[in-house]
Each structure stands twice: as structure tokens, then as C-alpha cells.
């Protein structure tokens, strides 16, 4: 039984769900490290809940426990973004997803670890520490949402949100083995999320299932007035139109994906595609023939608009000036963006990548035009060991393939489709914009499968 059916069933209380985990990070995370933070607070909120539940009030997301990635802002918890430059940061306000989460009477549980400044695929560029990868120990978790995965890889928490800029939630959900969901570009507000690259991030959920990573997504999701970025999606309903039954769906698995990826990986991803065949889907072939170019575009793109939103740490607003203070690839980040920022280099390299993120939108949305969905890798090879050196341009590889759903501002989510030598193996799944729903079903199918 889940937590949300004994929570919901009366069999379990959110303060005794809340204690639980609480008792497990304090037993177990000093190695693993995925919490920065743990909300000393986190009791108090559930017994507040378990008053709501008492009267017949509670919320949908009642007594469960909610770690947050620390770019999000909680108010009164540390917004740091695993950086020595917001190490001191406390957050004054709730971003919107906070917001609704507390409206469903959901309980924050701590801030989780990542990549400094979500700026890594690996986990390993905190200032607070590289983070474990709980299913496959002595391996990286992927990132930069880090923490988030591997607090439900680790049972520290029942869902977790993420920041997903190229593949920051769908990487270490592969790694780790759980459910992760990149929405549509705009389905979830971003407001009180620390950038990466605007243009680029979206808030997601992670879970141990499917149902819970619908239900968090079902609660986050729908139109903020506060922000441009959000469409005019009032709300939706993901749990109640869970379907296994994949009759009459198509899904298109491009050759190119065999080859960028570890052969061993692509065995995994085809048994996984075999099961979809066997709940009624048909498996068909689809050609995205610009795909490793979305790699550059995207870095470039990430380069200048993160260079853009590092200027407000000068020091004087917020903690110390990043560049004093930052990690290796922040800074690398940071210079590179400012090169071609220059106004001598923006033709050459900038406007080039925008038109190169348009070409691989419309190649997307073709490709996806007359399927479904289009399965394939989440990542081209196995996460590499802590601490082993890695060169940045084989770091960024990690992204090839998750890369061109934030570029197209297309969703895409990620389950476990097996494992090679003990570590996890993760399908992704990507739609046309707002099919998130045909995506949640083919992993729910895939999870009963």
C-alpha cells in the first residue's frame, strides 16, 4: 500500500508519515547527503494536517511529505542553490508551487541538494557536498536535481519537486530509478524558482510512482497571473484518467537514439518498448536527423542566460559576489555567457543557436506529428563513479537526449525501464504540448506491466 492510500485509508497519520521519514534521514543521510535542509517545522505542519484530516478539510496531498530542490523558495527555509553565494539565504516568500502544495495541506520536508546553481548533470558540483545515488551506491545520481531524486530512491520522502533546464529532473531519475516529469513549457508557473535559463526551466515532479508523480503534477500545474511564462491552463486532472490500456497509441523510437547510446542501455529501452507493445500500443519508426545538434544549441542558449541572471549577485543584494565564491563550471558558465554576450560574437554564436532551437522544434513536433509519443533513452551511457574525472564536454553529453523536449517547450517524463549491472535504466517518454496525460498512462501502463 502507498503512503497516499494509507494516508487516505486512515491507516497511517500524516505525523506518523512525516516522523518516519524524518527518522530515516536522520539515520541515513549523512551518506547519502540529499537534504541541505530539513524543516524543523515539518512535525508541527503535519499535526496541523492530521486537524484538517480529523474534520473532513484535508487537501489532496494530505499528510504526504514533500522534499523541494533548493532553488525553489520556501519561505523561512534556505533557498541556496547549493552555493557558498546564497548559502545564508532565506527564503521571505512561497514560490507558486509552494503555494498550492500548502493549499493541498502537503508537508515540506527539507531542501535537497543539487548542482550548484543547477549548473551540472552529475550532482557532484555542490558546495555542501556530491550527493549519493541511493540505487546504484558509489555512482553519480545524475542532476542537477540531485537530491530530489535520490530523497525517493532513499525513501527519505513520497514526492519531491525538481528544476528541469535540459534534462535536471528526467537524468537523475534515470540514475536513480524513479518517476520523474518535465511538463510543458509553461504548464507550471515558475514563479520563486532561481533561474537557470527562463527560457528553458520548468518545475516537475519526482516520485516512487506514477500516481503520485500525477497527483503532485496535477496540483502544481495551471495558470499563475503573476507571471508571462505561464499558459492559460486553468487546471487539470491526471489521477482519475490513469489508463494502462494503450490501444490505438503510437509510439516512434528514432534510430538515431541507437546511435548515441551505450548499446547496453538500448537492449533495456527495447524491452521496455515491447511491454508498451504488449498493453495495445504500436511501436513505429520516427527520424529526428538534427539531434546531436541540439547539444551546442542548447549550451549556448544556457551560457548566455545564465551569464544574464547571475548579474543580481553582485554582492551587495544577495550573500557574496558568485563570482568570488562560485565552483568551477559556475564560473565556466559565467565566462563563457559573457563571451558571447559580446556584441561581436552574439551573430555568431547566440543567434545562431536560436535559429538552430527553431529548427529543432519544428523537427520535433514533426516527428511527433504522426505518433504519440516518441520512447527512447533518457541518457547515452551509464552514470559514472563519484569522484572520477570526467571532461566538461563528456559531462554535457549526458544531456544529448534530453536536451531538445526543453528546447521544443515539449513534455517529457521518465520510469525505470530496467537495469544494466545493477543500475537503473530510465525510458523517456515525450508528447506534443499539454499530452502529458498519454505520457502518464504509457508509464502507468509500463509500471504494471
Do not use: W
Not at 550532482?123 to 553519480?140: C, H, K
Not at 545538434?293 to 547571475?310: D, G, Q
Not at 564560473?331 to 543567434?351: A, D, H, N, T
Amino acid at each position: 500500500m502507498s503512503a497516499v492510500e494509507e494516508l487516505r485509508s486512515g491507516a497511517l497519520t500524516a505525523e506518523e508519515n512525516v516522523a518516519r521519514y524524518l527518522e530515516a534521514i536522520e539515520a541515513r543521510d549523512r551518506e547519502i547527503n540529499a537534504f541541505i535542509e530539513v524543516n524543523l517545522r515539518a512535525i508541527e505542519d503535519a499535526q496541523a494536517v492530521d486537524k484538517k484530516i480529523e474534520r473532513g478539510t484535508a487537501g489532496k496531498l494530505a499528510g504526504l511529505a514533500i522534499a523541494v530542490k533548493s532553488n525553489i523558495n520556501v519561505r523561512g527555509l534556505r533557498a541556496t542553490c547549493a552555493s557558498k553565494t546564497l548559502e545564508n539565504y532565506v527564503s521571505p516568500y512561497d514560490a507558486t508551487v509552494i503555494e498550492r502544495i500548502r493549499r493541498e495541506d502537503g508537508v515540506i520536508i527539507g531542501m535537497t541538494n543539487m548542482d550548484e546553481f543547477a549548473c551540472g548533470s552529475s550532482g557532484e558540483t555542490s558546495y555542501f557536498g556530491p550527493t549519493q545515488n541511493p540505487a546504484a551506491m558509489g555512482r553519480i545520481p545524475g542532476g542537477s536535481s540531485s537530491g530530489s531524486a535520490a530523497a525517493i530512491a532513499a525513501n527519505f520522502a513520497d514526492v519531491a519537486l525538481g528544476s528541469d533546464t535540459g534534462g535536471s529532473i528526467r537524468n537523475p531519475a534515470s540514475h536513480c530509478g524513479v518517476v520523474g516529469i518535465k511538463p510543458t513549457y509553461g504548464l507550471v508557473p515558475r514563479y520563486g524558482l532561481i533561474d537557470l535559463a527562463m527560457s528553458l526551466d520548468q518545475i516537475g515532479p519526482l516520485a516512487k510512482d506514477v500516481y503520485s508523480a500525477a497527483l503532485l503534477l496535477e496540483v502544481i500545474a495551471g495558470y499563475n497571473p503573476k507571471e508571462a511564462t505561464t499558459l492559460r491552463v486553468e487546471s487539470v486532472d491526471y489521477t482519475s484518467k490513469l489508463n494502462a490500456d494503450l490501444s490505438g497509441y503510437t509510439i516512434g523510437f528514432a534510430r538515431e537514439f541507437e546511435e548515441y547510446t551505450s548499446p547496453e542501455i538500448i537492449r533495456e529501452v527495447k524491452h521496455a518498448l515491447a511491454k508498451l507493445e504488449a498493453q495495445g500500443a504500436s511501436v513505429v519508426e520516427v527520424e529526428l536527423p538534427n539531434l546531436a545538434k541540439a547539444l551546442p544549441t542548447y549550451y549556448l542558449t544556457v551560457f548566455v542566460e545564465f551569464f544574464s541572471a547571475t548579474r543580481r549577485y553582485d554582492g551587495r543584494r544577495y550573500g557574496y559576489r558568485i563570482e568570488e565564491v562560485c565552483g568551477e563550471e559556475v564560473l565556466r558558465r559565467i565566462m563563457l555567457g559573457r563571451y558571447i554576450s559580446q556584441k561581436e560574437y552574439s551573430g555568431k554564436y547566440y543567434k545562431k543557436a536560436l535559429q538552430f532551437r527553431s529548427l529543432i522544434k519544428k523537427e520535433l513536433l514533426e516527428a511527433l506529428s504522426g505518433v504519440d509519443l516518441i520512447a527512447g533513452p533518457t541518457t547515452p551511457k551509464l552514470p559514472h563513479r563519484l569522484g572520477e574525472e570526467i571532461d566538461p564536454l563528456a559531462m554535457y553529453a549526458y544531456d544529448l537526449l534530453t536536451v531538445p523536449a526543453n528546447l521544443a517547450g515539449i513534455p517529457a517524463g521518465v520510469i525505470k525501464s530496467g537495469e544494466v549491472k545493477g543500475i537503473p535504466v530510465g525510458l523517456q517518454l515525450q508528447a506534443k504540448p499539454l499530452d502529458e496525460q498519454k505520457i502518464l498512462n504509457a508509464m502507468y501502463a509500463l509500471e504494471g506491466g
